[in-house]
């Protein structure tokens, strides 16, 4: 029913930023929950930030507070992430998810997902 493609991951080094997109087809996301998780390679997924469809609510894991921004463009069909200050920790795979109801759901259980982007960061 939704499909999702991020884009903008890459190689970095420390303290640089990138921006991360996550379009979407198949439905519009104006009334969808989205949020942003990431796996390490040979660790557990990890939870990144979220955001409610209505009422500017937002949610960040603490390792990236004050560095990570989520934020969406409903005209456009698109959610972003943007990373500053990154660091080599934040090397991942980053997915974005999408959900009618997510915003009371755990990240993992969210119905949409896209197949990631990849982000390095060097020291």
């Known amino acids: 029913q939704v499909q999702l493609v991020e884009s903008g991951g890459g190689s970095v080094q420390a303290g640089e930023s990138l921006r991360l997109s996550c379009a979407a087809s198949?439905?519009?996301?104006?009334?969808?929950?989205m949020c942003w998780i990431r796996r390490a390679p040979g660790k557990v997924r990890e939870f990144v930030a979220a955001?409610?469809?209505?009422?500017?609510?937002?949610n960040y894991a603490d390792s990236v507070k004050g560095r990570f921004t989520i934020s969406r463009d409903n005209a456009k069909n698109t959610v972003y992430l943007q990373m500053n200050s990154l660091k080599p920790e934040d090397t991942a795979v980053y997915y974005c998810?999408?959900?009618?109801?997510?915003?009371?759901?755990?990240?993992?259980?969210?119905?949409?997902w896209g197949r990631g982007t990849q982000v390095t960061v060097s020291s």
């Open positions: 998810g999408a959900d009618l109801s997510g915003w009371y759901k755990p990240a993992s259980e969210y119905a949409y």
């Open positions: 198949g439905r519009t996301l104006s009334n969808y929950d």
């Open positions: 955001m409610a469809w209505s009422g500017g609510r937002t």
